[in-house]
C-alpha cells in the first residue's frame, strides 16, 4: 500500500495514520482486556529516558522504512526488512550477552535461507528471460528476412 501510495502523500503522513490507529488499538486494548494489567506508567527518570529513546527510535525507524517503501520495489525493500533479524540476533548476543535458543536460531535460518532462495531465482528468472528476449518478433517488424546482414 505504502509503495502504491508512493510520492503522492509524504512519509509523515503515512506514519500519522499508522501511529493514530495503533494509539486508538493499543489504548482500547489496554482498557478493555484485563489480563494486560491497565496503563502503567513510568516511575522513575531512567524509565522515562528509556521510554523517550525507544520513541525516537521508532519514529526513526517507521520514518526511513516508511521512505523506503516507497522508493524502492516492496520485493527488495521486504528482503531489507530480514536483515532486522541479522541484527536483533547480533545484538541479543553483544548487549544483553544471552544466546539465542535453537527455535529463534532454526526460525532466522528458515526466513534468510528462503529469502535467499527467492533472491537467487528471481536472478535466475531474469536472467532466462534476457535470453528468451532476444526479440523473436523484431524479424516480423523490421522487414529484414531471418539470416539476412545489413543495417538499416
Known amino acids: 500500500t505504502i509503495r ?3 510520492p503522492r502523500a509524504h512519509a509523515l503522513i503515512v506514519m500519522l495514520y499508522f501511529t493514530l490507529a495503533s494509539c486508538i488499538v493499543s489504548l482500547a486494548s ?7 494489567g491497565g496503563l502503567i506508567w513510568p516511575h522513575t527518570l531512567l524509565q522515562w529516558g528509556l521510554l523517550l529513546g525507544v520513541g525516537i527510535s ?4 517507521q ?3 516508511t521512505l523506503g517503501l516507497q522508493i524502492e520495489k516492496a ?3 521486504a528482503n531489507m526488512l530480514y536483515t532486522q533479524m541479522i541484527f536483533a540476533l ?7 550477552g544471552t544466546t539465542p535458543g535453537w527455535g529463534s536460531l532454526v526460525g ?4 534468510l535461507g528462503s529469502a535467499i ?7 535466475e528468472r531474469a536472467d532466462i528471460a534476457k535470453v528468451r528476449a532476444v526479440d523473436e518478433e523484431v524479424g516480423l517488424m523490421s522487414g529484414r528476412v531471418e539470416g539476412e546482414e545489413g543495417g538499416g
Open 4 to 6: 502504491w501510495i508512493g
Open 30 to 36: 489496554s482498557l478493555l482486556i484485563p489480563s494486560i
Open 58 to 61: 521508532g519514529f526513526g525507524t
Open 63 to 65: 520514518y526511513f522504512l
Open 75 to 77: 520485493g527488495r525493500a
Open 90 to 96: 547480533a545484538w541479543e548476543l553483544i548487549v544483553w
Open 108 to 111: 532466522s535460518g528458515c526466513i
Open 117 to 123: 532462495w527467492v533472491g537467487m531465482k528471481k536472478a
